[in-house]
């Protein structure tokens, strides 16, 4: 009997197909989630962030104790602070430029800003909407009064005195607070403005008083001398910077430990040293100067003479603008960097091809082709002696700024073309009324005016004691007591 037929079992292919086809899909999920897997499950904090866009934000305001440019750049207080911080991260440091303390208050609450350094007092009310850094510095607000009118004492005399403070400021809940002792004691708010502009209203006598932080004072006293300090009106307070209230702390915990190790280090000190103490007393008196010529120029004139010549130069002059720099020292360095006779920036040196600064030779040749630089530069309708005198005050301030002069002197109906005109317009660069308009902003505008007149000075006073010299000599001195030098009279100008 034939065996019955059999058949081999046909595979359930419909469930055999479901099967391969969720093992694909586990497949393609885990291979899409092999980088997150292998990665960060949380998105980078500030700091990261911040250090991958190698960028750090400071929301300031332009003016002598904040940021502002010279001729080697930007600088300030607060600049210099805020990028020390910034180099300590590897990021490049950029300013959003605020008008006013309400709108860099409100600029930082809405986060439009990484933090603000703008000398900001530590103060209650400020606390609800933004966070202080540990502070690095301390102010004391003062009271401002004009130079010729009575000197206030007390908060008695304030009484009855038109009286100017910021709105919303500190020291306006200081006269709040004392208004509850002194019921008469008035005052006005202003919006949008600064304390410098407080202090020239004093100067100019539209305000018989002003309440400014003593940092302020101090830094801008040269330019308003008729503002003068009276008295302390409250206890000192706390300077620091400001941040946005977030919920991740890392950009405010990196910058307290970098404000921590800047004060222990004695950095602050030093940066503190450089803008808010009052300069040394002037070491440019024509004694010094004279004995300076004897004992300082001898060892480096034989470098003057052969670099004036080979640039076409008076090498008086150059001797009387390395004076102005370096009082003849080659050592000299200054807080900023700057180094050697000529106080050459490295980046000048650097574009000059000169390898070390402190060497007599390569800073007095750097120096006399630097100023022929800007003197090439200056617009070729200024003429001669004026040619000179602005390209002076050029090196000292900057082209920019200069040019930011001879703009407000046209303005003001002068001659941008005459030192004589431009040089009483160069101080407004310190005014914000004027450098609010400019192009360049902020400058130390009064510095160029006595850089010029100083370097006049030693100029004359150099071709003073040659001329004397020579005629030792002609009266039978011995010659080896007399340095052989041209005459020139007192009036002569740098040959260029």
Sequence with gaps: MDKPETTEPTPNTEKHYTASAQTRLVGTVFLCLMPFMFSSSTPPSLLEKIQQDGLLQVVSFNGPSTYYEDRFGHTGFEYELARAFADTLGVELTIKDERGLQNILESISEAKGHFAAAGLSIADERQQSIRFSIPYSNTTQQVIYRRGNPKPKTIDDLLGKNIIVISQSSHANTLTKLKKHYPELSWEEKDNIEMTDLLSMVHNGNADIALVDSTVYITNQTIYPKARKAFNIAEPESIAWAFPKRIDNSLFNAANAFLRSYINNGKLTELKKK?????????????????????????WIGYFRQIALKYDMDWLFLAAISYQESLWNKDAKSYTGVRGLMMLTHKTARELSIKDRTDPEQSIDGGARYFLHIHKRISQNIKEPNRTWMALAAYNVGLGHLEDARVLTKNHGGNPNIWEDVKKNLPLLANKKYYRTTKHGYARGWEPVRYVANIRNYHNILIWYYENKQRQLTFGLKKQEVIETPIFKASSLPHL
């Design 275 to 299: 803008y808010f103490h009052k300069p040394p007393i002037n070491e440019s008196s024509a004694l010094i100067l004279v004995q300076r010529i004897k004992e300082r120029l001898p060892q």
